[in-house]
């Protein structure tokens, strides 16, 4: 039973069951995805990049219709996570661990704006430096801002670490050099020295980090950068990283950051890794930065392409015909001439009995159902329902192949899986809200 169209629909399926992707197949996709990145505070270089890179991976593959949008999303998870195993990262424990095994310090210095929370990040991993029993001294090297050098030797006097400092406006390379004397003559296993916040744009100041660097050459150049500033923070980076090539980045206030753009925008940007997240004003919110954790908070837990395509199809909900009902006047007196003599009808009871798609020719069965969209019926009740679809639209006239270019017309009734219907839904319910919410990465990515 059912040969014929189980035959006619093993070509249909190929065309929209499994489905070699082109460009158009996706475009929709990306486009919501182009907007969900912008809304988390991706740069726009990188959200091209990453759209390159996506329809690179993507065009040509093969996958189901109806797994299109998660395939995207799970090729992007792939290619965020490559791009931060590409970006490498550095155990900076262990790397102090080696130094100090050869006697020697390890030094690191800190650079940001004004008011990212570089000072506060620097007590942070004083306090970090400590409980992994290393000793520490921090290098008050930002003799510029008013109040930065009593800061920093507040955070010391609480930390119970020593702080050396010189008056404002001398030279912050020459901080730097006394605090390293001071380590070497006193066995500090580690200097972190606080560089003047400063704007990316003024080349001066820029001079002054890059003579720092020079003079004391640290192992580790660390930008601090404020999760909260997005783009800003990208543009920060970028230009710190012209001027002083640093080894990797640390995101404050990530416990205000809700979206994670400016961590994947950094890492693409200056192909440097993300070592930690500052998640609080304490001194023990500092936290090692974990790919894997940052991955499934966007994405939620990981799923492959294999299985995707594993998962049963969605199931077509098949909504009642409605009810065509004939007005009086709409009766047609046939002449006792005209009479032409009918077969009796077979009800949809007794065609149920053998195959429904009776009389109706393999083409039509897959022209149809490819114009109106329709996926292979998975029941009996479904197949009869099909047929006489197909036979109402033969009889309509309608096109009877798909017109070049323009959308697809729609059966009546529609034919819609649950999940389409909800998401046409919450389209609906969301354009009426005005102003539109800021939508989180997140938000767009766990759908
Ligand atoms: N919520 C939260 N607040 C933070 C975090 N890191 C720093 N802050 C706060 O951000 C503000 C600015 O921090 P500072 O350390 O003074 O900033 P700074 O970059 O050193 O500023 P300059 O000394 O001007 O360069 C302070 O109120 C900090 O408590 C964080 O991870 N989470």
């Known amino acids: 039973m059912f040969e014929k169209l189980r035959n ?37 270089e990188v959200i091209d990049s990453i759209k390159d890179d996506l329809k690179k991976q993507l065009i040509g593959s093969t996958v189901n219709k109806d797994k299109i949008a998660e395939t995207v999303k799970q090729e992007l998870r792939k290619s965020i996570s490559n791009m931060f195993n590409d970006a490498g990262t550095v155990d900076i424990l262990s790397n102090i661990q080696k130094k100090k095994e050869k006697g020697e310090p390890y030094i690191i210095s800190f650079m940001g704006i004004n008011g990212t929370g570089k000072t506060t990040t620097i007590a942070k991993f004083a306090n970090l430096l400590r409980e992994n029993k290393y000793s520490v001294v921090i290098a008050a090297a930002d003799t510029y801002r008013a109040g930065a050098i009593e800061q920093i030797s507040e955070h010391g006097k609480r930390l119970n670490v ?28 580690c200097i972190l020295i606080d560089t003047a916040g400063r704007m990316q744009t003024s080349k001066n100041l820029m001079d002054q980090i890059s003579k720092i660097n020079k003079v004391v050459n640290p192992d580790l150049k660390l930008f601090v950068g404020d999760s909260l500033a997005g783009n800003d923070t990208v543009s920060q980076a970028r230009e710190f990283h012209n001027y002083t090539k640093f080894d990797g980045a640390i995101l404050t206030k990530s416990d205000a950051d ?156 529609e034919m819609k899986t649950k999940d389409e219907s909800e998401e046409e839904d919450e389209v609906d319910s969301e354009k009426d809200e005005k102003p539109i919410k800021k939508r989180s990465l997140f938000g767009w990515l766990k759908k």
């Open 162 to 189: 020593k702080v050396i400092a010189q008056n404002y406006g001398s030279d912050p390379a020459a901080v730097a050099r006394d605090a390293v004397l001071y380590a070497k003559s006193h066995k500090i296993d």
């Open 258 to 413: 809700a979206r994670g753009g400016s961590a994947i925008s950094i890492v693409k940007v200056t192909s440097s890794p993300i070592l930690y997240l500052g998640v609080g004003q304490e001194y023990s919110d500092l936290k090692s930065f974990n790919k894997e954790v940052f991955l499934e908070t966007i994405f939620g837990p990981e799923e492959s392409v294999e299985e995707i395509k594993k998962k049963p199809e969605p199931k077509v909900e098949l909504k009642p015909e409605p009810k065509v009902e004939l007005k009086p006047e709409s009766k047609v007196e046939l002449k006792p001439e005209s009479k032409v003599e009918l077969k009796p009808e077979r009800s949809t009871q007794e065609i149920s009995n053998d195959d429904p798609f009776v009389g109706i020719s393999t083409q039509d069965i897959e022209k149809y159902s490819d114009i109106f969209d329709v996926s292979p019926p998975e029941s009996d009740d479904q197949a009869r329902k099909l047929a006489a679809d197909i036979r109402k639209w033969i009889s309509a006239g309608r096109p009877k192949s798909k017109p070049k270019d323009e959308p697809k017309s729609k059966p009546e009734p």
């Open 8 to 44: 006619a629909f093993s070509l249909a399926a190929k065309s929209f069951g499994e489905k070699e992707l082109k460009e158009k197949d996706i475009d929709e996709v990306l486009f919501e995805l182009e907007i969900a990145l912008l809304e988390s505070d991706v740069a726009t």
